[in-house]
T-cell receptor, first 114, second 112 residues
Framework: DAGITQSPRHKVTETGTPVTLRCHQT?????MYWYRQDPGHGLRLIHY???????DKGEVSDGYSVSRSKTEDFLLTLESATSSQTSVYFC?????????????FGPGTRLTVL | GDSVTQMEGPVTLSEEACLTI???????????LFWYVQYPGEGLQLLLK?????DKGSNKGFEATYRKETTSFHLEKGSVQVSDSAVYFC???????????FGQGTILTVHP
C-alpha cells in the first residue's frame, strides 16, 4: 500500500471554527489531491498540488484553502466551517509518470460540522 | 467537461453469480480509465485500469475493457464472493493535471 496517512481521522467541530486536515505521504510523489465524498456525488476534487508551493483549485474549492510547504505534506483548511462541509475527505497522491498516472488514496477523515 | 455515468445501484447478488456494472464516459482526448473499490470504513483502492483503447484491465478476477467506440468501461466478474461486497467507482483522468472524474458509485452486496 502507498504510504499515505491523514489526520485527524475523525473530527467534530462547530460552525464558524477553522479546521485543518493534514495529508502526509512517504512516496515522494509530486502530485497530491484533496477530494470530498458525499452520497450520490462520488468524489469531487477540492484542490490539488503539482509541487511544493504549487497548488490550484478543483471543482468544489469555495470555502477551502490549501498549502504545501514540503513534498510530503498537503494541508486542507476550512477557514470558517459550515454544515455543508460535513463530509468525508480523502487525500490522494500520484506519480503521474508516463502510464503510471493512477492515484492512491489515504484512509479518509470524517468531518462533522454542527 | 468530463463525466462518468455508472449504472444505478444498489446491486444484490448471491455468491457465485455473475457481475456486470456498467460505466460510460464523456471526455475529450484519450483518457485513462479506472475502477476503484471502497470497502466499508476504508479509503479507495485501485482495482484495475486501462490507458488506451482496447486495453483490458484485470485484477482479483475482475475485468474491464476500454471500448472507445462505445465510450464504455464495464466491470465484470464471473463468480462473485461475499468478500466482494463494497462500493465500486468508475473514474477517468484526462491529460491535464490528472484530476479524477468519478461516477457516483455502485453499492454491491453479495449474500452467501
Amino acid at each position: 500500500d502507498a504510504g499515505i496517512t491523514q489526520s485527524p481521522r475523525h473530527k467534530v467541530t462547530e460552525t464558524g471554527t477553522p479546521v485543518t486536515l493534514r495529508c502526509h505521504q512517504t512516496e515522494n510523489h509530486r502530485y497530491m489531491y484533496w477530494y470530498r465524498q458525499d452520497p450520490g456525488h462520488g468524489l469531487r476534487l477540492i484542490h490539488y498540488s503539482y509541487g511544493v508551493k504549487d497548488t490550484d483549485k478543483g471543482e468544489v474549492s469555495d470555502g477551502y484553502s490549501v498549502s504545501r510547504s514540503k513534498t510530503e505534506d498537503f494541508l486542507l483548511t476550512l477557514e470558517s466551517a459550515t454544515s455543508s462541509q460535513t463530509s468525508v475527505y480523502f487525500c490522494a497522491i500520484s506519480p503521474r509518470t508516463g502510464e503510471y498516472n493512477e492515484q492512491f488514496f489515504g484512509p479518509g477523515t470524517r468531518l462533522t460540522v454542527l | 467537461g468530463d463525466s462518468v455515468t455508472q449504472m444505478e445501484g444498489p446491486v444484490t447478488l448471491s455468491e457465485e453469480a455473475c457481475l456486470t456494472i456498467n460505466c460510460t464516459y464523456t471526455a475529450t482526448g484519450y483518457p485513462s480509465l479506472f475502477w476503484y473499490v471502497q470497502y466499508p470504513g476504508e479509503g479507495l483502492q485501485l482495482l484495475l485500469k486501462a490507458t488506451k483503447a482496447d486495453d483490458k484491465g484485470s485484477n482479483k478476477g475482475f475485468e474491464a475493457t476500454y471500448r472507445k467506440e462505445t465510450t464504455s468501461f464495464h466491470l465484470e466478474k464471473g463468480s462473485v464472493q461475499v468478500s466482494d461486497s463494497a462500493v465500486y467507482f468508475c473514474a477517468l483522468t484526462g491529460t491535464s493535471y490528472g484530476k479524477l472524474t468519478f461516477g457516483q458509485g455502485t453499492i454491491l452486496t453479495v449474500h452467501p
